[in-house]
């Protein structure tokens, strides 16, 4: 199985400011015939079910907006938070789609300063 | 608009079954794969299993196989997941979420709110 790592466990950003999380997959998830990572980011509010923010790493999933960003390849992606707003205080996940069980990282908190 | 309503959850003693319930609506239900994901109280994401659109393809976690049963009625826009010999540690809220297009290796693009298991005597 795939072990997916995040990092920070939580983070506190003030409103504005960049927040930006780390994620690491055990094996890689980049699929050499395409060339696409197969990762995923996605937000959990507080009684909500999870949202797709970002898949293959970096695509904006319709309807996000544009300060969140994802990056890397390979087994290292990075979620970034630009200009951070009350209504992104949440749980971010990501999640490795490569190989079953797809599997999601532990989570990383997202709070205001 | 995509909708995904689960039903089915509540509280059953250490052995029992329940079946969980997925209806759908808003999109093609027979041109998705589906999953069911749950979520432990206060912990992480874990997928469970899925089941490809026409349902001639299923694939479960470890931990559940040979307990649980994902299975689909596309006439009824419905997704099931039957669970017996159930367990403490099955305890979670279960959701029903779509793959983004017909194949299983894609991220999970819309989810339903969730439906509350525990497995307590």
């Known amino acids: 199985d795939i072990v997916m790592t995040q990092s920070p466990d939580s983070l506190a950003v003030s409103l504005g400011e960049r927040a930006t999380i780390n994620c690491k997959s055990s094996?890689?998830?980049?699929?050499?015939?395409?060339?696409?990572?197969?990762l995923g980011w996605y937000q959990q509010k507080p009684g909500q079910p999870p949202k797709l923010l970002i898949y293959?790493?970096?695509t904006r999933q319709s309807g996000v907006p544009d300060r969140f960003s994802g990056s890397g390849s390979g087994t290292d992606f990075t979620l970034t938070i630009n200009s951070l707003q009350a209504e992104d205080v949440a749980v971010y996940y990501c999640q490795q789609y490569y190989s079953t069980p797809f599997t999601f990282g532990p989570g990383t908190r997202v709070d205001i300063k | 608009e995509v909708q995904l309503v689960e039903s089915g959850g509540g509280l059953v003693q250490p052995g029992g079954s329940l079946r969980l319930s997925c209806e759908v609506s808003?999109?093609?239900?027979?041109?998705?794969?589906m999953s069911w994901v749950r979520q432990a109280p206060g912990e992480g994401l874990e997928w469970v299993a899925n089941?490809?659109?026409?349902?001639?393809?299923?694939k479960y976690v470890d931990s559940v196989k040979g307990r649980f049963t994902i299975s689909r009625d596309n006439a009824k826009n419905s997704l099931f997941l039957q669970m017996n010999s159930l367990r403490a540690e099955d305890t979670a809220v279960y959701y029903c979420?779509?793959?983004?297009?017909?194949?299983?290796?894609?991220?999970?693009?819309?989810w339903g709110q969730g439906t509350q298991v525990i497995v307590s005597s």
């Open positions: 808003g999109f093609t239900f027979s041109d998705h794969w």
């Open positions: 089941i490809k659109g026409d349902g001639s393809e299923i």
């Open positions: 094996q890689n998830v980049l699929y050499s015939s395409n060339k696409n990572n197969y």
């Open positions: 979420a779509r793959n983004q297009l017909d194949t299983a290796y894609r991220p999970f693009d819309n």
């Open positions: 293959w790493a970096s």
